[in-house]
Antibody, heavy 126, light 109 residues
Framework: QVQLQESGPGLVKPSETLSLTCTVSGGSISSYYWSWIRQPPGKGLEWIGYIYYSGSTNYNPSLKSRVTISVDTSKNQFSLKLSSVTAADTAVYYC????????????????????WGQGTLVTVSS | DIQMTQSPSSLSASVGDRVTISCRAGRTISGYVNWYQQKPGRAPELLLYAASTLQSGVPSRFSGSGSGTDFTLTISGLQPEDFATYYCQHSYKTPPLLSFGGGTKVEIK
């Protein structure tokens, strides 16, 4: 059974870069898409972006200028970097396996997220 | 963006009630939605995909329907463990974007 675990600093200063890693266990990172999703305290879910194991990426246009997602297949890990953070980036950050991309999914079937990591709270504060 | 609007944003219900949650797209979307359940302090979990297919292990009291712009999640016979927040999710091809609804919190009456 595939499990995901996020790791990284829980506190980041404004204007700095948030860096998180998701470690995949119980299965290979190959042949799947992998996403980052975040949830500000008390609010809803926002998709950040995804990466295919080959390295191709797709980002939410609202965050695209600040986001980089990378993959390390040798370590079965993928990572998120979000630059120039502000208090608005304070959130629980989740990693999740994504079934397919928006353009590769079967017609009419949107990508689904399963499983998810437990999430990690990142607070942006000086 | 095509906004996915969920309604109601919250509701109060009793154990055994039938509960219906709506997810509406701002314009006709070509496919279906997925539904997730999130309990406090936990990550969301996939309930249904492609509008009406139950994820493995999900109780049959959960069902989904819809097409076009309107999608519905129904819980038939609410159980104590069903009190949670529910999200719909869709994706778009142009531009490639995955989007969640705002969520519906189901509380105990």
């Amino acid at each position: 059974q595939v499990q995901l675990q996020e790791s990284g600093p829980g506190l980041v200063k404004p204007s700095e870069t948030l860096s998180l890693t998701c470690t995949v266990s119980g299965g290979s990172i190959s042949s799947y898409y992998w996403s980052w999703i975040r949830q500000p305290p008390g609010k809803g879910l926002e998709w950040i972006g995804y990466i295919y194991y080959s390295g191709s990426t797709n980002y939410n246009p609202s965050l695209k200028s600040r986001v980089t997602i990378s993959v390390d297949t040798s370590k079965n890990q993928f990572s998120l970097k979000l630059s120039s953070v502000t208090a608005a980036d304070t959130a629980v950050y989740y990693c999740a396996r994504q079934s397919c991309s928006s353009t590769s999914c079967p017609p009419g079937r949107p990508p689904k997220f399963d499983p998810w990591g437990q999430g990690t709270l990142v607070t942006v504060s000086s | 963006d095509i906004q996915m609007t969920q309604s109601p944003s919250s509701l109060s219900a009793s154990v055994g009630d039938r509960v219906t949650i709506s997810c509406r797209a701002g314009r006709t979307i070509s496919g279906y939605v997925n539904w997730y359940q999130q309990k406090p302090g936990r990550a969301p979990e996939l309930l249904l995909y492609a509008a009406s297919t139950l994820q493995s292990g999900v109780p049959s009291r959960f069902s989904g329907s819809g097409s076009g712009t309107d999608f519905t999640l129904t819980i038939s016979g609410l159980q104590p463990e069903d009190f949670a927040t529910y999200y719909c999710q869709h994706s778009y091809k142009t531009p490639p974007l995955l989007s969640f609804g705002g969520g519906t919190k189901v509380e105990i009456k």
